[in-house]
């Protein structure tokens, strides 16, 4: 009996369940990863904070290593569903940007390690759009009707209103969602599509010539053709940071800690920037990276102001589901 116990652990350590965004992770560093350590990495999805959230609460499956947003790490910190890292496995870590740690969600620098980050903003094709585009309410004109992307993540839409209102986007309360419904409703009249995991195929396609965008999509955008514009909304900016985190009930503890810091060398969180061009926090990373991916505007966007970054909101998030839910049916 011992030996098949033993065996089975052996076993448990040579794979890791990630629970992780799509399209976000190159196939490449998977499989470099499994060639050195021959740890299998078992890639699951999903499509917005709030559906990871929704998961870890219920109890779901046993991951063992997260990917999830900034302010979904702040809800599992406090739900107590994240454990400690050990640092002595993370020697990688000195390999990060000081700006990138001890952030608001986890200030003492506990339960997370920032993987990449990025901004939302503005996508213009410049070819087809030639007003000038500088904020939310120049987006979401009446003459861009049928012509708009924006990312399925109602958080950002009402940030969006929030930030035209003159409101900070932590500010989320009935009052505000009342004040905001109006205007988002005038708002999903003029937009064609709703894409969280893809927003620039609709923009490299032509079917749209304008988005609110992930920066690392804008960013793969640019990449392809210089016509497409990146524009830090005038009204104001969200940052958001993506962060690597290890599940309180994670079986697979070493494995997890293996794969954190097998990405937090340079020179695999290059060739993360290299598919996905997401604003990169690993500063030897940085380092390796050509003039011309770091001039790209998405990825590393000239800054005029502070950028704000979400929180978690508890119950009041709940509110926010309400409202969008409610206005696509009546849309």
Same mark, same amino acid.
Do not use: C
């Given at each position: 009996?011992?030996?098949?116990?033993?065996? +089975?652990?052996?076993?448990?350590?040579?794979?890791?369940?990630?629970?992780? $965004?799509?399209?976000?992770?190159?196939?490449?560093?998977?499989?470099?990863?499994?060639?050195?350590?021959?740890?299998?990495?078992?890639?699951e999805t999903f499509a917005s904070?709030?559906?990871?959230?929704?998961?870890?609460? +219920? @109890? @779901?499956?046993?991951?063992?290593?997260?990917?999830?947003?900034?302010?979904?790490?702040?809800?599992?910190?406090?739900?107590?569903?994240?454990?400690?890292?050990?640092?002595?496995?993370?020697?990688?870590?000195?390999?990060?940007?000081?700006?990138?740690?001890?952030?608001?969600?986890?200030?003492?620098?506990?339960?997370?390690?920032?993987?990449?980050?990025?901004?939302?903003?503005?996508?213009?094709?410049?070819?087809?759009?030639?007003?000038?585009?500088? @904020?939310? +309410?120049?987006?979401?004109?009446?003459?861009?009707?049928?012509?708009?992307?924006?990312?399925?993540?109602?958080?950002?839409?009402?940030?969006?209103?929030?930030?035209?209102?003159?409101?900070?986007?932590?500010?989320?309360?009935?009052?505000?969602?009342?004040?905001?419904?109006?205007?988002?409703?005038? $708002?999903?009249?003029?937009?064609?599509?709703?894409?969280?995991?893809?927003?620039?195929?609709?923009?490299?396609?032509?079917?749209?010539?304008?988005?609110?965008? $992930?920066?690392?999509?804008?960013?793969?955008? $640019?990449?392809?053709?210089?016509?497409?514009?990146?524009?830090?909304?005038?009204?104001?900016?969200?940052?958001?940071?993506?962060?690597?985190?290890?599940?309180?009930? +994670?079986?697979?503890?070493?494995?997890?800690?293996?794969?954190?810091?097998?990405?937090?060398r340079p020179e695999v969180s290059?060739?993360?920037?290299?598919?996905?061009?997401?604003?990169?926090?690993?500063?030897?990373?940085?380092?390796?990276?050509?003039?011309?991916?770091?001039?790209?505007?998405?990825?590393?966007?000239?800054?005029?102001?502070?950028?704000?970054?979400?929180?978690?909101? @508890?119950?009041?998030?709940?509110?926010?589901?309400?409202?969008?839910?409610?206005?696509?049916?009546?849309?």
């Open positions: 009996m011992a030996l098949v116990i033993s065996v +089975a652990a052996r076993a448990a350590d040579k794979e890791i369940n990630l629970f992780a $965004w799509s399209e976000y992770i190159p196939q490449g560093v998977l499989d470099d990863f499994t060639k050195e350590t021959g740890i299998k990495v078992n890639y904070g709030e559906e990871m959230l929704a998961k870890m609460l +219920a @109890g @779901g499956t046993a991951y063992d290593l997260i990917q999830p947003p900034d302010y979904i790490a702040e809800a599992l910190i406090k739900n107590k569903l994240l454990q400690p890292l050990d640092y002595k496995k993370l020697p990688g870590f000195k390999n990060l940007l000081p700006e990138f740690t001890k952030m608001p969600h986890d200030p003492e620098q506990l339960y997370t390690i920032p993987y990449m980050a990025s901004t939302v903003g503005i996508v213009v094709n410049t070819e087809k759009v030639k007003q000038p585009i500088t @904020g939310i +309410a120049d987006l979401f004109s009446d003459k861009n009707k049928g012509k708009i992307v924006v990312v399925d993540d109602g958080r950002e839409l009402v940030t969006a209103a929030l930030y035209v209102l003159g409101y900070p986007l932590n500010d989320i309360n009935e009052k505000n969602l009342k004040e905001a419904r109006p205007l988002l409703a005038k $708002w999903f009249k003029l937009i064609k599509l709703f894409d969280s995991d893809s927003p620039k195929t609709a923009l490299l396609n032509g079917d749209v010539d304008l988005g609110l965008v $992930w920066g690392g999509e804008a960013a793969l955008l $640019w990449n392809e053709n210089k016509k497409f514009a990146y524009v830090l909304p005038k009204e104001g900016a969200h940052q958001f940071v993506d962060v690597l985190a290890i599940p309180k009930n +994670a079986k697979n503890k070493g494995a997890a800690h293996a794969f954190i810091d097998y990405i937090l290059v060739k993360i920037s290299e598919e996905f061009p997401y604003t990169n926090p690993n500063g030897g990373a940085r380092k390796l990276l050509t003039p011309e991916q770091l001039a790209n505007p998405a990825s590393y966007p000239k800054v005029t102001r502070k950028l704000d970054t979400f929180r978690h909101l @508890g119950e009041t998030g709940s509110l926010i589901d309400e409202l969008i839910t409610d206005l696509k049916s009546s849309k």
